[in-house]
């Protein structure tokens, strides 16, 4: 069965840097394309990132392109986010998934919150 574990949340200025993890398990990750995605307060969780099995093609929502970076480590059954010049809109729970996402799946998340 798969498994999620995102970390690295937190509170954030605006302006401010931060890099999540995801530790994925319970599949054939080399294989998988990955996703982040992320639930505002109030709003349905949504997909913003996403990057190829052999990370040979990344794709971004317009909303954080040129913003965030998706990465990943197949060694390590490992995918990133590096998150920069974070805005108070980027404040969300979020979370990493393949993509096509697996509903029953869903780890706790990280939440990121973007404040002065």
């Known amino acids: 069965q798969a498994q999620f574990v995102e970390s690295g949340g937190g509170l954030v200025q605006p302006g401010g840097s931060r890099r999540l993890s995801c530790l994925a398990s319970g599949f054939t990750f080399y294989n998988s394309a990955m996703a982040w995605y992320r639930q505002a307060p109030g709003k349905e969780r949504i997909f913003f990132a996403a990057?190829?099995?052999?990370?040979?093609?990344?794709t971004y929502l317009d909303s954080v392109k040129g913003r965030f970076t998706i990465s990943r480590d197949n060694a390590k059954n490992t995918v990133y986010l590096q998150m920069n010049n974070l805005k108070p809109e980027d404040t969300a729970v979020y979370y990493c998934?393949?993509?096509?996402?697996?509903?029953?799946?869903w780890g706790q998340g990280t939440q990121v919150t973007v404040s002065s």
């Open positions: 998934n393949t993509l096509p996402y697996m509903s029953d799946a």
């Open positions: 990057i190829t099995g052999s990370s040979d093609s990344t």
